[in-house]
């Protein structure tokens, strides 16, 4: 497979489960949601598997652990960009609450 497929792939199977969020009927949603997001939830667990912080709350990927050597006590100063995403995405916190979950 090429990268351009593979990419490309992902991205169109994301953008048809959005369409079909915003411009499909109930039951088009639900069956959706049953679907697909048990899949959504495994993809965001994989990609979080790799920037599990240690016991400093350091990410292995995101930290700058090639400087640790000159301040070894330091603690991070910035968060894991991947739980920072998933954070901002999964609770949405400048819109509107979400009924379903509140
Ligand atoms: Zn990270």
């Not at 016991?55 to 894991?80: D, I, N």
Request: hydrophobic share 35%.
């Amino acid at each position: 497979m090429f990268l351009n497929e593979l990419y490309g792939s992902v991205r169109q199977r994301l953008d048809d489960m959005a369409r079909i969020v915003s411009t499909g009927d109930d039951r088009a949603v639900i069956a959706l949601a049953r679907s697909e997001v048990p899949h959504l939830i495994e993809a965001v667990r994989t990609l979080m598997a790799g920037h599990e912080p240690n016991e400093l709350g350091e990410c292995p990927a995101c930290s700058r652990v090639l400087q640790r050597w000159r301040k070894p006590w330091r603690r991070p100063t910035s968060p894991c960009k991947v739980y920072l995403s998933a954070r901002r995405s999964l609770f949405d916190e400048d819109h509107e609450p979400r009924h379903a979950l509140r």
